[in-house]
C-alpha cells in the first residue's frame, strides 16, 4: 500500500504528515492556522502539495468541530472559520485526491487503535483531557460517529448539577469537573485556602497563578498536599468514565492529553475509583486504563489511517 496524507486541523496549527502504512511519518510540516475559510482552505492545500508524493492517492483530515458524513463541517467553537463549510468537496475538488474528514478526537481514536495503544481493540474509548475533555468512541471495529457524525461529545453530560460551568455554558458538565482546566481550578482554590502549600510554591506564592501543571509538578515531587488533591481530581475522571463504560462497554480506556505525563500518578487512582463508580466493578470484567502513545501526532496519523480504508 501506499503512504496517505493526514491533516490535523486546530484553533492553532494545521500539522499535515505523510504517513506510510504502518503509521510512521515520512515527513511533515505544520503552518499556523489562519483566519477565515479561504485562508484555512489555502493553508490546508498548501501542505497537501508540501507533502504530496506521485503516488499518494487519499488525504485524510481530523478537523476540531461537528463534522457530518458528507464531510461538512457545521460548528467549531474554536476555529470561526469552520461554520458550514464543505472541507471535503473543498479540498477533493482541489486536489483530485480521494478525502476523508472527521472529527479531530474521533481522528486520533482511529490512531490509537490502529497504531497505538489500543491497537486490535474492536471496542475502545479514547479521552483527551486538555483544555476541556475531547473524545472517540470505536464500536465494533469502526469509530461510531452517531446519525449525524456528532457524537463522541463527551464531556458534555452532567456530572453536578451544582457544579461549575462548562465552557460551553452548561452546569457540572464532566469537562467541568475533570479537564485539565478544571484541575487548575482546584489547585487554585486549594491554594487559596492553605490546602495546598506545595502547588503554591510551584506557583511561586501566587495562588490566582495555579494551574494544573502547577499541582502537576508537586505532584511528581510526590507532595502529599498535592498528591491527595490529583486524587480528588481522578475521582472525578473515574465517575464521568464509569457512565461512559456502563452504556459502551469498552475493552480499553486510552488516556491521552497533557495529563498523560504524570502516567500512573494519575492512571492509579483512576482505576481504583473506576472499580468502585462503574456498575457491579467487582463481579466483571473492567476495561483497563492505559496511556495513549502517539501523542501529538495520534490525529495526523489516525486521519492518515482513515484515508486509507478510501484506497481499499
Known amino acids: ?7 490535523d ?6 500539522l499535515g504528515a505523510l504517513v506510510d502504512p504502518a503509521g510512521g511519518i515520512l515527513a511533515e510540516h505544520r503552518v499556523p492556522s489562519p483566519d477565515g475559510w479561504d485562508a484555512l482552505a489555502g493553508a490546508m492545500l498548501d501542505l497537501i502539495g508540501t507533502l504530496r508524493e506521485a503516488d499518494v492517492s487519499a488525504v485524510g ?4 468541530g461537528m463534522v457530518d458524513h458528507d464531510g461538512v463541517i457545521h460548528y467549531a467553537p474554536n476555529i470561526p472559520g469552520f461554520r458550514n463549510v464543505a472541507v471535503r468537496a473543498t479540498i477533493a475538488d482541489a486536489t483530485g485526491l480521494s478525502v476523508v ?5 474521533n481522528a486520533a481514536a482511529w490512531g490509537e487503535v490502529v497504531h ?10 479514547v479521552i483527551t483531557l486538555g483544555t476541556g475533555i475531547g473524545g472517540g468512541i470505536i464500536a465494533d471495529g469502526g469509530v461510531y460517529r452517531g446519525a449525524h457524525g456528532f457524537a ?3 464531556g458534555h453530560f452532567t456530572v453536578d448539577s451544582d457544579g461549575p460551568v462548562c465552557a460551553c455554558g452548561a452546569r457540572g458538565h464532566w469537562e467541568a469537573m475533570a479537564s485539565g482546566t478544571a484541575l487548575g481550578r482546584m489547585g487554585r482554590d486549594a491554594a487559596a485556602a492553605g490546602a495546598a502549600p506545595s502547588v503554591l510554591r510551584e506557583a511561586g506564592g501566587d ?19 498535592a498528591v491527595a488533591l490529583l486524587e480528588r481530581y481522578a475521582d472525578y475522571v473515574a465517575m464521568g468514565l464509569a457512565a461512559l463504560c456502563n452504556i459502551l462497554d469498552p475493552g480499553v480506556i486510552v488516556v491521552s492529553g497533557g495529563l498523560v505525563a504524570l502516567g500512573e500518578a494519575l492512571l492509579a487512582p483512576v482505576r481504583r475509583s473506576l472499580v468502585s463508580y462503574i456498575e457491579g466493578g467487582t463481579l466483571r470484567p473492567v476495561p483497563d486504563v492505559v496511556l495513549a502513545t502517539l501523542g501529538e501526532r495520534a490525529g495526523v496519523i489516525g486521519a492518515a489511517a482513515l484515508a486509507r ?3 481499499r
Open 101 to 105: 474528514v472527521d472529527n479531530d478526537a
Open 309 to 311: 480504508e478510501l484506497t
Open 116 to 125: 497505538g495503544a489500543a491497537r486490535g481493540a474492536r471496542d475502545a474509548l
Open 61 to 64: 483530515i481530523g478537523a476540531a
Open 9 to 14: 486541523v486546530g484553533g492553532t496549527k494545521v
Open 1 to 7: 500500500m501506499t503512504p496517505t496524507i493526514g491533516l
Open 152 to 154: 463522541a461529545e463527551i
Open 207 to 225: 495562588p490566582a497563578a495555579v494551574n494544573s501543571h502547577h499541582v502537576g509538578e508537586a505532584v511528581l515531587a510526590g507532595e502529599p498536599d
